[in-house]
């Protein structure tokens, strides 16, 4: 049975139970148990009744009365009977936060379970159904019908957990995430934020006590006004690809998924926290939308590869027609890129093939020039313009047989899909 949301056309009830199924339940209805537990073990044979209900039919079939349970119930030990208080204890743990929808999951002393499995062995059931399954789902149920949230394992905001042997509730609160794209106008700004590397971001003498390498970070400025709305514990952001510091991100901007871990409130105006984005990093950050979303959009984001175009300031005095020639010779063309050493503490040392798209000039002057360019993913603009010590190769500057610097480099487009 489904839980809660969908509309499903309510089907007629049925129950009928074979000559095996009354022998097993005549064996099943003299060991004391709960009309629950008495129930459940035909709980997978007919449909649209509830273990109780079948419990009824049962003894009617039987022409029998059942007799009064026996104090606790030897099948759950009365936890069924006790479920209003598993409600009051879900809905009493997470005061305080809001939440829509929901999963329920509970934890059981493996002997239970255990004695389930005897008592189908004994009474000889095919048909019986985990307490632990009936115990979720109308646990769930009830939450439901108290509070008005849906249950189910589709994108949870809460997850709750009864604890049966100690009588108590854990919960998990899942993460509410917030994509866009940002636009970086500042040359000082990391993506996310970098802990202080002396002190792994407890604070020193070095950060001046802040435990970060940065005063602040893309993550933090787009961060701070959604984690103020939603009272969230922090966040994790996940760009799709990320610039370096002293890159500008301009054009359509880059998209991310911020993830705010442990939000009390899940309602934002989205429209102005990208306004308070702007405003308040003092136009160092712009975002344009933002939209929610789903943990799948994460890993949507982190595994993109798409193109990129950039605008290089390049130094270095050389023709301009010399430049051109061997931007012809660049374009569609793979070069061999070697791990530059600025990056060689976070990537593997390695060799990797990447193309040059389209390359030309769009500004020139007596020292220098610039550049549009763009890449297939993954190539390192900078060490390509100037050559790396010959880990780049072929590189700009080797075509032309001059030294080359990149004053400076800004990524003008992310060449992905997203709206
Ligand atoms: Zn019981
Ligand atoms: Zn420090």
């Given at each position: 049975m489904a839980l809660g949301g969908r509309a499903a056309v309510p089907e007629p009830p049925s129950f009928d139970p074979t000559a095996e199924a009354l022998a097993a339940a005549r064996r099943g209805s003299v060991r004391g148990l709960c009309p629950e537990c008495f129930g459940r073990l035909f709980g997978r044979?007919?449909?649209?009744?509830?273990?109780?209900?079948?419990?009824?039919?049962?003894?009617q079939r039987l022409e029998i009365s059942l007799p009064p349970p026996t104090a606790p119930c030897p099948g759950c030990g009365d936890t069924f009977s006790r479920l209003p208080n598993w409600v009051d204890r879900a809905v009493r743990a997470v005061e305080g936060f809001e939440w829509h929808r929901f999963t329920c999951g509970s934890r059981w002393e493996p002997e239970v379970l255990a004695r389930e499995e005897n008592t189908w062995l004994e009474t000889g059931t095919e048909w019986g159904e985990s307490a632990r399954a009936?115990?979720?789902?109308?646990?769930?149920?009830?939450?439901?019908?108290?509070?008005?949230?849906?249950?189910?394992?589709?994108?949870?905001?809460?997850?709750?957990?009864?604890?049966?042997?100690?009588?108590?509730?854990?919960?998990?609160v899942l993460p509410l995430y917030v994509r866009g794209?940002?636009?970086?106008?500042?040359?000082?700004?990391?993506?996310?934020?970098?802990?202080?590397?002396?002190?792994?971001?407890?604070?020193?003498?070095?950060?001046?006590?802040?435990?970060?390498?940065?005063?602040?970070?893309?993550?933090e400025l787009t961060g701070v006004p959604l984690v103020e709305a939603t009272g969230a514990e922090g966040t994790r952001f996940h760009g799709m690809g990320r610039e370096d510091i002293d890159a500008r991100m301009l054009g359509r901007g880059r998209p991310f998924v911020l993830e705010l871990v442990r939000p009390r409130s899940r309602t934002l105006d989205l429209p102005e926290m990208a306004r308070q984005i702007g405003v308040r990093s003092q136009g160092r950050v712009e975002v344009d939308t933002l939209r929610f979303a789903e943990a799948p959009d994460v890993v949507r984001v982190?595994?993109?590869?798409?193109?990129?175009?950039?605008?290089?300031?390049?130094?270095?005095?050389?023709?301009?027609?010399?430049v051109n020639e061997a931007l012809l010779l660049a374009q569609g063309r793979a070069i061999a890129q070697r791990t530059p050493t600025r990056v060689a503490h976070r990537r593997s040392d390695r060799v990797r093939a990447r193309r040059i798209v389209a390359a030309r000039v769009v500004d020139s002057s007596e020292g220098g020039f610039t550049l549009e360019i763009r890449t297939e993913a993954g190539t390192y603009v900078k060490e390509w313009v100037e050559g790396d010590d010959g880990r780049t190769d072929p590189s700009l500057s080797g075509l032309v047989g001059v030294p080359l610097k990149v004053g400076y480099l800004d990524v003008l487009e992310v060449h992905d899909s997203e709206g």
């Open positions: 044979l007919g449909h649209g009744l509830a273990n109780p209900e079948r419990a009824a039919l049962l003894a009936a115990f979720n789902r109308e646990w769930g149920k009830a939450i439901e019908a108290r509070t008005g949230a849906a249950g189910g394992p589709d994108r949870p905001d809460i997850v709750f957990l009864a604890d049966l042997a100690v009588g108590r509730v854990e919960f998990t794209r940002y636009r970086k106008l500042d040359r000082t700004l990391p993506q996310t934020h970098w802990p202080c590397r002396r002190c792994q971001g407890r604070g020193c003498d070095t950060c001046q006590g802040t435990g970060k390498t940065y005063p602040t970070s893309v993550e982190k595994e993109a590869a798409p193109e990129k175009s950039y605008r290089v300031g390049v130094v270095g005095v050389v023709p301009v027609a010399k």
